[in-house]
């Protein structure tokens, strides 16, 4: 099978199969293993904290794509990613 070239396709980053660019909706950053098939989780976090999280600033600020829709950009969930990595790395270098 020949692999797929067209210049078009959104590509994945290997971290965790976020996109390079586009939107990720909740239950992709929280998962849902109801779903068929379950949706494994982008983020250890649940629903509940995930909204406090955004409402004292500590989680980036959804987008309204409409009256119903609310999403994440990817540039800015695969961001806070990296800073709780470099946080956490930085506080273990730290107890040395």
Same mark, same amino acid.
């Given at each position: 099978?020949?692999?797929?070239?067209? =210049?078009?396709? *959104?590509?994945?980053? #290997?971290? &965790?199969?976020?996109?390079?660019?586009?939107?990720?909706?909740? !239950?992709?950053?929280?998962?849902?293993?109801?779903?068929?098939?379950?949706?494994? =989780?982008?983020? *250890?976090?649940?629903? #509940?904290? &995930?909204?406090?999280?955004?409402?004292?600033?500590?989680?980036? !600020?959804?987008?309204?794509?409409?009256?119903?829709?609310?999403?994440?950009?990817?540039?800015?969930?695969?961001?806070?990613?990296?800073?709780?990595?470099?946080?956490?790395?930085?506080?273990?270098?730290?107890?040395?």
């Amino acid at each position: 099978m020949a692999a797929n070239t067209n =210049p078009h396709t *959104p590509k994945l980053t #290997t971290h &965790l199969s976020i996109p390079y660019t586009g939107f990720l909706r909740l !239950k992709q950053l929280v998962g849902n293993p109801d779903a068929s098939p379950p949706i494994p =989780p982008l983020v *250890p976090i649940g629903r #509940t904290s &995930l909204w406090r999280k955004v409402k004292n600033g500590t989680f980036p !600020k959804p987008v309204k794509l409409g009256p119903m829709t609310t999403a994440w950009r990817a540039e800015d969930i695969r961001t806070w990613i990296e800073q709780q990595s470099n946080n956490e790395n930085q506080g273990s270098a730290c107890n040395d």
